[in-house]
């Protein structure tokens, strides 16, 4: 039997390269240098085979069979069976030499699939870590008792610094050899008090400078040392589950996964096995790992969120194929990969503030898969064992889920329209286009009362593509018209004088109106138009804060029971700040007052609000007109001032905004969504970068070398923001920039064939800009800010 050696991705290609084969290529399980095993010892297999059969299972988190966890075949799980046949012949063949590590075999023939990766997302439970009691009360085994190991940090560097001068490396070989043996040395060595028992969330008791300090100087040591680390790490992921796992197998486990030989491709096996059997663990266990994890240093975090996106990228997408095993065989390790960064994610989640951005845990390589067969098996197969990103939808780029919103928008369009068909034809009715479109009709000087009108009337069709028509103009909508009258009618809905909403200017954001009114189909219209804009992919000129997008998740599917309430969050002093800061930081003084808060405020649990010119109270708790505010309950105070302003005071509004918005946007997909990306959808992003723009403009009848197109980006690029702004709006309806950047807008400037005296025309349907061929940077300069400051209304050529 001869095995080949594949060739490792890094420079590091000298690391021990493994294959799901099992054998660990170039890594010396003795002083000798490994050999492939002869004709003989194959033979011995089958009697190996039964003595293997005889050793206790690996007891796993959950008996419960994964076998949706493949992105292949059923059940074929690779196992370490042939490395650990490999093992046991070199074994014998090496008995007369000194191994310093002695591999324990595990019963390969019982190993179980995998748990369950995550729970169904559509349940909003996609992982239950941050709502866990701060101690889950879970069997805790008894710890074993571990060496003493007396080597600081300091005698660590000493000893690096000698072998670095003299060549001599063998107390560092001595060191690494003795410290990754197994886990109860890792303990040993990294644990900051041996006596301690250290199981706690707070304190995972390692000692973090001593592994950075390890970690850092690993990849600076010869050869030998760097596989003799790998070799005891595979000692130690080979050794048997005893029921629960301790503590210190925890620690074991935080310490290894920050081994900085896992970015080389080279070590990806032992790797995948090392995150699956973290991916094994109890819930209990993920709750201590995700809270360990959020004590890490925030540049070692990104790392091992970037090695984990690396490695999902690679197995997905290989430079070399060769390097790896067949997909077929290792279907679970994408799937161990990705739990154990919803682990990162859960812990990043529980830091306050975020340790990094959300966007960092994108993986833009999904971004090239098929992503409706994602979306589609994971709405088929909701809770069962069949692995989806969509479970994870942390890991998937905001372009990526718009792809899969705008693809399960046109389905539900086709849908719709194939159904208006069907019905026309069974009622025997000549059917016409018309019926395959959302045909709003309105008049401008009546623009909100007739958009009132006509979606009420067509609120069945709300799901088909929409198309407007300005009455007495002679626009045809190709999507130009559809921009502007969005745009308008945002515009007169969140003026002031409308009084649905009240601008903050502190803030520079809109909020609703708390004032009673009869009848609230003006929210629930602009619910509608919101989800429309994200349903035909227009981005708003909409300022509302955060806390609105997180309202409208809650919950992300209208709920069959209509007594439960919707739009209800759990809101904090932070929301309110986004909206109201000075009220905000007025809560916050009276929190961190340190005298008395009865005598000195004289407050109790009301609320006090102008309504048309009358102040009114509101009871916070029963008979809170009666209850002080006191130091011992005003937090509760202030907790439920906070739920009154941004939940009670304005829930019938919210709740017709709500219903609107779903009404056009009910999808499975917007589980995927955090409430930042809802933002980013409905308004696109704010940030202009006409740089970028620049470099994706496409011309036609003109080089990018012409004068012409040279005055204008010189004139274009000395424009203040509100004049930039203006110029996206003429050219393509909306002056945000959408999801993909600038890149997405299709940008174009073509040559008009006319008079220089004529102003630019745009074709906001395609981002068109018309530019005539100007002689002088001065004449362009003042016909485009003519143009761009009066671009209202339509006309056809």
């Known amino acids: 039997m001869s095995l080949q050696t594949p060739q490792a991705a890094t420079a590091s290609s000298d690391l021990p390269a493994v294959t799901e084969k099992g054998a660990l290529l170039g890594c010396k399980m003795s002083e000798d240098s490994f050999v492939p095993p002869s004709v003989e010892e194959e033979e011995e297999d089958g009697e190996k085979e039964k003595e293997r059969e005889k050793l206790p299972p690996i007891l796993t988190a959950s008996s419960t069979a994964a076998g949706g966890l493949e992105r292949g075949a059923k059940n074929q799980f690779s196992t370490f069976s042939t490395f650990i046949s490999t093992i046991n012949q070199k074994k014998e063949a090496a008995e007369s030499s000194s191994s310093p590590t002695q591999l324990v075999m595990p019963n390969i023939k019982n190993v179980r699939d995998l748990p369950p990766i995550c729970l169904d997302v559509r349940q909003k439970q996609r992982i239950s870590i941050d709502t866990l009691p701060p101690e889950l009360k879970a069997p805790v085994p008894t710890e074993p008792c571990l060496p003493i190991r007396t080597k600081t940090v300091k005698d660590f560097q000493e000893d690096m610094e000698k072998a670095k001068s003299s060549g001599d490396w063998k107390a560092v070989h001595d060191f690494y050899l003795t410290t990754f043996d197994s886990f109860l040395e890792l303990n040993a060595v990294f644990k900051k008090d041996v006596s ?39 000692n130690g992921l080979l050794q048997e589950w005893k029921g629960p796992r301790t503590k210190d197998d925890l620690r074991a486990y935080c310490i290894l996964l920050q081994n900085p030989q896992f970015s080389n491709t080279s070590t990806y096996v032992i790797y995948a096995h090392l995150l699956r059997q973290i991916a094994t663990l109890a819930e209990a266990d993920h709750h201590f790992l995700a809270h360990w994890f959020k004590k890490i240093s925030q540049r070692r975090f990104k790392q091992l969120v970037d090695r ?38 859960a812990a990043n989640s529980l830091a306050n503030p975020a340790i990094i951005p959300y966007t960092d845990f994108y993986n833009s390589t999904l971004d090239h898969i098929d992503l409706m067969e994602e979306y589609h098996n994971w709405q088929c197969y909701g809770n069962s064992h069949r692995f989806s990103f969509c479970q994870y939808p942390f890991i998937i780029s905001i372009a990526a889920k718009k792809v899969i919103i705008q693809r399960d928008s046109e389905q539900q369009m086709i849908s719709m329209a194939r159904q208006s068909l069907v019905d026309k034809v069974s009622r025997r009715q000549r059917p016409d286009m018309n019926m395959l479109f959302l045909n709003v009709k309105v008049r401008r000087m009546h623009l909100v009362s007739d958009s009132l009108d006509e979606l009420t009337r067509k609120r069945a069709d709300l799901k088909k593509k929409l198309k407007i028509t300005f009455v007495g103009e002679a626009g045809l909508d190709m999507g130009g018209l559809t921009k502007e009258w969005f745009l308008l009618l945002i515009r007169q809905i969140f003026h002031p004088d409308y009084g649905m909403f009240a601008y903050h200017k502190d803030s520079h954001c809109h909020w609703f109106s708390s004032f009673k009114c009869d009848n609230y189909s003006e929210f629930r219209l602009v619910g509608a138009l919101m989800g429309l804009a994200v349903y035909n992919s227009i981005t708003l000129d909409i300022r509302f804060p955060p806390c ?24 904090t002093l932070d929301d309110l700040c986004q909206i109201m800061p000075e009220l905000a930081h007025g809560l916050s003084e009276l929190l961190s007052y340190e005298d008395n808060v009865e005598e000195d405020f004289y407050s109790t649990f009301q609320v006090f609000q102008e309504e048309f010119g009358v102040i009114k109270s509101y009871n916070l708790k029963p008979s809170g007109d009666k209850i002080p505010v006191t130091n011992q309950n005003r937090r509760e105070y202030v907790q439920l001032y906070v739920d009154f302003i941004l939940n009670k005071s304005i829930y019938k509004q919210f709740a017709a905004f709500y219903y609107g918005f779903h009404s056009v946007c009910a999808s499975y997909a917007l589980m995927l969504l955090r409430p ?71 940008f174009k400037i073509s040559k008009s064939e006319t008079s220089t005296d004529w102003l630019p025309v745009a074709h906001t349907c395609f ?18 800010i003519i143009g761009i400051s009066n671009a209202e209304g339509f006309g056809l050529e």
């Open 548 to 571: 609105c997008y997180k309202k409208l998740l809650s919950p992300p599917i209208v709920p069959c029971d209509q007594n439960t309430p919707v739009g209800i969050s759990s809101v």
């Open 308 to 345: 984990l996106l690396q490695f999902i990228s690679l197995r997905l997408f290989p430079a070399k194929p060769e390097e790896f095993p067949p997909m077929i065989k290792c279907t679970w390790w994408i799937p161990s990969a990705t739990k154990v960064l919803a682990l990162f994610n």
């Open 196 to 234: 301690l028992p250290f199981s706690t969330i707070e304190d995972s008791g390692i000692n973090a400078k001593f592994v950075n300090v390890v970690y850092d100087a690993l990849l600076n040591t010869p050869q030998d040392i760097q596989k003799s680390v790998l070799k005891g790490i595979i």
């Open 767 to 784: 981002n068109q800009l018309c530019l005539p061929p100007y002689k002088n940077k001065k004449e362009l300069k003042q016909k485009l």
């Open 676 to 746: 930042e990306e809802v933002e980013i959808l409905v308004c696109g992003s704010p940030e202009l970068d006409m740089y970028a723009l620049q470099r994706n403009t496409q011309y036609d009848g003109y080089l990018k070398t012409d004068l012409t197109i040279r005055y204008f980006w010189e004139v274009v690029l000395g424009f203040p923001l509100d004049l930039q702004k203006k110029l996206l709006h003429f050219a393509t309806g909306s002056d945000r920039v959408p999801v993909g950047g600038m890149a997405d807008l299709n």
